[in-house]
């Protein structure tokens, strides 16, 4: 039997306190039912004797104390989860919204989930072809990784996103895909720029959504990248399919997290965030990833907006230390026209090395990757300074890595958001802007390999 | 003993009607039986911080209390295997849960079943005191395991049994001053938070080879040293930390991964297996005992592991080991603190962190050290300790980082922006330091001879100047150099990209021994004075700067292990003979 309570004692939105309360347990899932019927969801964050302090999910408003019913379901926000989810929309606490039956449970699984074993772990190392030449090429992602865009206010990040969505393939495989997209705080316009892709290209019957909206409540924000993650980990590692997650957007999600926080009353760290922020995100960022035995795999894509177009930010910057690198989008290539605008020298992933190379991807990859770095990190110094000095104060190599350096950008990371490069080309565009290079210079390729792929003059 | 929970809040409990209880006990909470240790008391009520996720419980439940500190379990099984923040095994765990890591698992930490084989050392009639040593198992194939007398022991062997024993066997009984009998097994249990006991400690004078030639050569680290790696996500601090753990010439590695990646942990579990000890061609994993707590697990075992990491790394070193512990990341450490602090609604200190950050911080960096064991045979260990730290947005003016500094003895600081540039490992040569050059001096001189620190400083002089030419060049531009800047300018890219780059990813250049690392860099500053007297006798500068063998030169740290010497004689030979010929022919022109 489920006790009905009427001793709701205090309301601060998003928190409330619950009086003479009986076996309430932290982190219990409970609703609110109005006078009209309504009913609301909260969850406990403190039980102290007999007095609870919960949090609303949704407003506060029209929550009467006196006439308001709290009651406590005995388990912690859980997830029917079944493979019909796939196809359908469910808002932020993972309820349909699209008019379609509610989910005939094959499970009941908690968000929260349970920490990885890093003993059970499978170490990601299967190349993921998104056929964007600065992804494959120079940060290569794989398998089960966690790789997110750091993105700011007006750039393009979720042209980029739909188009690795679209593209991403595994080479030689053919497992079954699925994408969970979870809108976090977003606006409808850009949710239904992600949908229509989906839609546009067939992937929508393989894609759950979840769907928080601007105007959705915020606390339920919090809610949002669990419940899709709870649906990635079910259609992962139960029904072995390669899940890609995009959640989008996290600032959004960091922003909730603030705003219960500072009514908590808690001692703010940076920016006011509160001081587990980082604990918070590992928990879910860490839910990427592979399992010994078992076939399915989760490979994330988070995407946040840098407030200022700030790395140092803590949002962005608490999550590069958790995420295995990262894709920076940058103004000033948006501002010249160069599509996507990744900027590659900050943009990294940790993953590539094992992903990379013979029977991966190719013998040369991680040579010219090296020397294509080094190369466009050189020619950029070297167009600083002429802005400062002119062509003139530049030596003959630096002339040249200038010239490097606009080609690069120009053919290698301007391709567009539809072209769709098999690495083999991804390489060889890489080798045939290297020709422009003094041969000396290419110290981080093999002699053989110069031998084997540069374009003979 | 047991009391009942009043309040929950996340690893937050309360409980009271434990007025028995010591602080610092470890405590079983709620009918899961939870890990919780008692951080503070009042009257009867204790706030205990619970090592697993709390969700479900309530006030109500009950807390029973061991009436032990949190401890370790010390004895054969430790090496090549795998613990979370409180010792607990985790391929058992997984045996018993799954992939996931469920709550109240209760796993031995050293394995009860394994026989090892105990040969005794002792005999009976000897008089033995803390930290003789009774008996030896090989516990790996690297590795003698060195049972010794626990502390507070003292007396005669009566007894000492060979053969195959299980862990928990009595394997030998000593009898003490008072006659009391001490039934003596392989297992020794040690509470984290206290530094186990040495008779002496010593001044560090042995440097820790690491192969990597940024840091044994420029800035070097001693057995029984304190460092610090910081810097911003990207920086390459993972990877450093761990071609330290492979490359060390230590005889036992700690590698505590503290907060950070799941698959950061799988990487080091797979690749150590498989790696071999350049000095033994044992597998590595056969040296190595790995802590892991990721991030997503819970967040006041975290704060746990660093000591647990510590304490298993004192223990080696009683065994006369030389031993080192990574810890990646001591700023996560300190945020668990943080989050514990705040939850116990302490005043903050600097950012949220509490007022002792500093304190501990110190209390861990000190455990490190040269020590003469306990022990009746003068045996030394050590404890060398290398954390990283993850400053926010890599701003090194943040409490962790800055506490950090007043302690440790060799600073690695990690630039971004050499990073961006693929520059590995990206220590940046101008704000690194190390205070241990002037007391391991005497042993490089001693090795090498005096060329070795000569080259050194002579490199890093070349390294300074060139960031004041840089300047100039920013504003003037290079023609407004003169030769001879030029030339500084040219060798230092030659030491910054032919000697400091090092791919940590690539067999022939991972490890790089003392003698290849001093070759290396004295072909590059013999270039350097070649040039020099070339230039004196009027020879062409950008023919000096393009001769052949600089491309040598610049693949030269590729040179196979083995055979490097007769490769980098040719090429200095060749060099020579180069340079002449730029000689001759600006005489002739």
Partial sequence: MIKEYKTIKEIASPLMVVEHVEGVTYDELGEIELPSGEVRRCKVLEVEGDRAVVQLFESAQGINLAQSKARFLGHPQQLAVSEDMLGRVFNGMGQPIDGGPDILAEAHMDINGLPMNPAARAYPAEFIQTGVSTIDGLNTLVRGQKLPIFSGSGLPHAALAAQIARQARVLGDNETFAVVFAAIGITFEESEYFINDFRRTGAIDRTVVFSNLANDPAVERIATPRVALTAAEYLAFEKDMQVLVILTDITNYAEALREVSAAKKEVPGRRGYPGYLYTDLATLYERAGRRQGKKGSITMIPILTMPEDDKTHPIPDLTGYITEGQIILSRELHRKGIVPPVDVLPSLSRLKDKGIGEGKTREDHAGTMNQLFAGYSRGKDAKELMTILGEAALSEDDKLFAKFADEFEKRYVSQGNTTNRSIQETLDLGWELLSILPRRELKRVKPEMIEKYMPKK | ?589
Avoid at chain 2, 549 to 578: L, N
Wanted: negative net charge; charged residues 25%; aromatic residues 6%.
């Fill in chain 2, 1 to 589: 003993m047991s009391g009942t929970i009043t309040k929950v809040s996340g690893p937050l409990v309360v409980a009271e009607g434990l007025a028995d209880a010591n602080v610092s006990d470890v405590v079983r909470v709620g009918s899961q039986r939870l890990i919780g240790e008692i951080l503070n008391m009042t009257g009867d009520q204790a706030s205990i911080q619970v090592y697993e996720e709390t969700s479900g419980l309530g006030p109500g439940a009950q807390v029973v209390t061991t009436g032990m500190p949190m401890s370790v379990e010390l004895g054969p099984g430790m090496l090549d295997n795998i613990y979370d923040g409180i010792q607990r095994p985790l391929p058992e765990m997984r045996a018993q849960s799954g992939d996931c890591i469920a709550r109240g698992i209760d796993v031995p930490a050293l394995n009860r079943e394994k026989k090892w084989d105990f040969v005794p050392v002792a005999k009976p009639g000897d008089k033995v005191g803390p930290g003789d040593v009774l008996g030896t198992v090989q516990e790996t194939s690297a590795i003698l395991h060195k049972i010794m007398v626990p502390n507070g022991i003292t007396g005669e062997v009566v007894s000492v049994e060979s053969g195959e024993h299980v862990v928990e066997d009595v394997v030998a009984v000593v009898r003490d001053t008072k006659g009391v009998e001490h039934k003596l097994t392989m297992i020794q249990r040690w509470p984290v938070r206290i530094a186990r006991p040495y008779q002496k400690k010593y001044v560090p004078r042995r440097p820790m080879n690491s192969g990597q030639r940024i840091i044994d050569t420029m800035f070097p680290i001693a057995k029984g040293g304190t460092a610090a790696v910081p810097g911003p996500f990207g920086s390459g601090k993972t990877v450093v930390q761990h071609q330290l753990a492979k490359w060390s010439d230590v005889d036992i590695v700690i590698y505590i991964g503290c907060g950070e990646r799941g698959n950061e942990m799988t990487d080091v579990l797979m690749e150590f297996p498989e790696l071999k000890d350049p000095r033994n061609g044992e597998p590595l994993m056969k040296r190595t005992v790995l802590i892991a707590n990721t991030s997503d697990m819970p967040v006041a075992a975290r704060e746990a592991s660093i000591y647990t990491g510590i304490t298993i790394a004192e223990y080696f070193r009683d065994m006369g080991y030389d031993v080192a512990v990574l810890a990646d990341s001591t700023s996560r450490w300190a945020e668990a603190l943080r989050e514990m602090s705040g939850r116990l609604e302490e005043m903050p200190g600097e950012e949220g962190y509490p007022a002792y950050l500093a304190s501990r911080l110190a209390q861990f960096y000190e455990r490190a050290g040269v020590v003469e064991c306990m022990g009746s045979d003068e045996r030394q260990g050590s404890v060398t300790a290398i954390g990283a730290v993850s400053p926010p947005g890599g701003d090194i003016s943040e409490p962790v980082a800055q506490a950090t500094m007043r302690i440790v003895k060799v600073f690695w600081a990690l630039d971004s922006s050499l990073a961006y540039a693929r520059h590995f490992p990206a220590i940046n040569w101008l704000t690194s330091y190390s205070l241990y050059l002037d007391s391991l001096e005497s042993w490089y001189t001693q090795q090498f001879g005096e060329a070795y620190m000569a080259n050194r400083s002579k490199a890093m002089h070349i390294l300074q100047e060139e960031s004041e030419l840089q300047e100039i060049v920013r504003l003037v531009g290079q023609d407004a150099l003169s030769a001879s800047d030029r030339l500084t300018m040219e060798t230092a890219k030659m030491i910054r990209e032919d000697f400091l780059q090092q791919n940590a990813f690539v067999d022939e250049d991972a490890y790089s021994s003392y003698a290849k690392q001093f070759r290396l860099l004295d072909i590059i500053l013999r270039y350097d004075v070649l040039c020099r007297e070339a230039l004196d006798k009027g020879a062409d500068m950008n023919g000096l700067f393009a001769i052949d063998a600089r491309e040598k030169i610049g693949r030269a740290k590729m040179a196979d292990a083995e055979t490097f010497a007769a490769d980098y004689d040719a090429i200095e030979a060749q060099m020579k003979d180069e340079i002449a010929k730029v000689i001759a022919g600006g005489e002739e022109a």
